[in-house]
């Protein structure tokens, strides 16, 4: 006799939301009545364990206006995973701790693929009834040089926008295009809210939207003056990308098939600027913070929480640590982070008890074993977060006179995971564009010091006041010196104690 042929998991839908198990918890509300008022500019993992899950929580209190039609800018691939399924998927909060606390997600109408439906995506940004725009689009898609304070010219798709008048490619290039029709169809005012990890992330994308504005219609950036508000907001949830075990598991446990599910920590914080001339959303119920200046807060989770992530994934490449957990497991690594959050925290205008609460929380999220958060996701596209993580908090010690050995001890680190060979003499793949495009690189196999003589002629990560420190410079060459004598960990010994 052959085995009983497994019967299919039903596809997680609007009808199978009535027979899931009743542990799940899943929208109560009629979706069919829900409106849009939030058009959503990437539609990743985190988007879906942050923004989206606070949409839903307000939906589920009874208000109706606070849809969201999320876009990607370029990938079909989650439109084309959730579409099937209503748009619903599923939030597993996993504390390390329990079995995840799983529920279904229902505040996402409609998932556009930009490159696809441009016009559908430009109509919804213009509509009248959009009252936020929401972005996590990752520190490029900005297309901004901060250091430079001005649009990146090297960028692709924002040269390819402000060359041509067809479909946009770029957020700044969609973004255009809604105000601009807003503006014809006389919409009112929308406020633009930035969630990715850059500093002043509202008053980065005014600066950008209204350099390229400007270059390309001059009238609408005195317009988005006028009618658009930019609140910058500090986000902060781990939320590692989607596994095939995490789906499994998910699938189990609801006896229907969810296509791409996501992950995430229970911890989180929204900390947004209250510039909402239209409304904004209760989104307080699900503890947003809504402040009048997010730079502290900002400061503190990109320095000590994102400055340790970009150590670790650095570390992890050259030493060989897969995840996060496995990284903070070894007793010289704690040692080390430490050290480099008494070198950040003192940096910080915050009021002490908060970062040293926040700062007290972190190696407990990290070492989170039921989130194997992986290196090379957090190693990714590092030289458009070293500055805003490492090299700001280095500034302000060096200004101070203070010391900054751990915080110089990482940007070598960083340096040497460039070369994309781990400590083993194992290649790795060095996923960051904007190094890639750097034409100054150093020769493959250069010393210490011909490579730090390069790096530092990087203006977007170094800017031009830093290769002008000679103490910085020496410092540089020393670290990255032991870091090729000894590797990473070795090195990381001789700082920390073995
Ligand atoms: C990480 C962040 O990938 C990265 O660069 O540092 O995504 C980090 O997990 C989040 O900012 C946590 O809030």
């Known amino acids: 006799m052959s085995a009983p042929a497994s019967i299919p998991l039903p596809r997680l839908s609007d009808a199978v939301l009535p027979v899931l198990p009743a542990a799940v ?9 829900v409106t849009a008022g939030i058009v959503h500019l990437g539609v990743g993992a985190f988007h879906r364990a942050h923004q989206a899950v606070f949409a839903d929580d307000a939906l589920g209190r009874g208000e109706t206006g606070w849809g969201i039609v999320a876009a990607s800018l370029r990938s079909a691939a989650t439109r084309d995973a959730l579409a099937p399924q209503d748009c619903l998927y599923t939030f597993a909060l996993r504390d390390g701790s329990s079995r995840p606390a799983l529920r279904v997600i229902g505040s996402i109408k409609r998932i556009i693929v930009a490159p696809e439906e441009p016009e559908v995506l430009i109509a919804a940004l213009a509509a009248p009834q959009t009252r936020i725009v929401t972005l996590t689009i990752t520190e490029k898609g900005y297309g901004f040089d901060i250091a430079a304070g001005r649009l990146d010219g090297g960028d692709p798709a924002i040269r390819a926008d402000l060359g041509t008048e067809g479909p946009p490619v770029s957020a700044l290039g969609f973004l255009f295009e809604g105000l601009r029709r807003r503006r014809a169809e006389g919409a009112p005012p929308v406020t633009l809210i930035p969630c990715d990890n850059l500093p002043k992330n509202g008053e980065t994308l005014r600066k950008a939207l209204t350099e390229f504005s400007r270059r390309k219609e001059p009238a609408l ?16 949830r781990i939320v590692p990308g989607t596994t095939d075990a995490d789906r499994e598991a998910i699938d189990a446990a609801l006896g229907a098939r969810d296509a791409w599910p996501v992950v995430a920590e229970p911890a989180f914080d929204w900390i947004v600027e209250d510039r ?15 402040v009048a200046d997010v730079e502290p807060y900002e400061h503190m989770k990109l320095r000590l929480l994102n400055g340790a992530h970009t150590a670790i994934a650095a570390l992890g490449r050259l030493a060989g640590f897969e995840t996060v957990p496995e990284a903070v497991g070894h007793p010289l690594v704690r040692r080390f982070l430490e050290r480099l959050w008494d070198e950040s925290e003192a940096t910080l205008r915050i009021d002490p008890q908060v970062s040293a609460e926040y700062r007290g929380k972190l190696l407990p999220r990290f070492a989170n074993p039921a989130l194997p958060h ?10 458009l977060k070293v500055p805003q993580r490492l090299l700001e908090p280095l500034r302000a010690r060096l200004a101070a006179g203070q010391a900054a050995d751990a915080l110089v001890f990482v940007v070598a680190l960083w340096i040497r995971s460039c070369g994309g060979v781990d400590d083993a003499g194992k290649p790795f793949s060095v996923n960051d564009p904007g190094y890639e495009r750097w034409p100054g690189k150093p020769e493959a196999g250069a010393g210490a010091a011909a490579t730090v003589e390069a790096f530092l002629r990087f203006p977007a990560v170094f800017g031009d006041d830093l290769p002008r420190n000679t103490a910085f410079a020496v410092a540089l060459r020393d670290a990255l010196g032991d870091i090729m004598r000894l590797g990473a960990l070795g090195a990381l010994a001789e700082r920390v104690g073995a």
């Open 221 to 236: 950036a005195d317009w988005i003056g006028d009618n658009v508000a930019f609140a910058s907001s500090m986000v902060d």
């Open 374 to 383: 992986k290196t090379a996701q957090i190693a990714t596209d590092a030289s």
């Open 25 to 33: 918890a899943r929208p109560a509300y009629d979706r069919g009545k």
């Open 276 to 290: 909402f001339p239209r409304g904004r959303p209760p989104f307080e119920a699900s503890g947003v913070r809504f």
